[in-house]
């Protein structure tokens, strides 16, 4: 993680219903600052997304500071989107 970022979203593949999701955290108790950077604490994070249904033993999540997502299509090429 690099220490100039501010994580801003959690992404969640939860493997129980076979969906993603992706959580804007800003402005959520999540993260703690430590010498002007964001960083998100674990526990906080786990407890936000068992709070929001998911079953943390079937699932598996990340912090990042983008909304891109990256989506190939049929043809092979990479879309990125919001």
Not at 19 to 26: D, L, T, W
Not at 53 to 70: F, K, P, Q, R
Request: charged share 25%.
């Amino acid at each position: 993680m690099k220490k100039d970022k501010t994580m801003k979203y959690i992404t969640v593949l939860d493997f129980e219903n076979g969906s993603v999701f992706r959580y804007n955290i800003q402005g959520k108790v999540l993260l703690t600052k430590h010498k002007g950077t964001w960083y998100p604490e674990s526990e906080s994070c786990a407890e936000f997304l068992g709070d929001v249904g998911h079953n943390l033993s079937n699932c598996e999540w990340m912090v990042h500071d983008s909304a891109e997502i990256y989506t190939q299509t049929n043809e092979g090429d990479v879309v990125i989107t919001n």
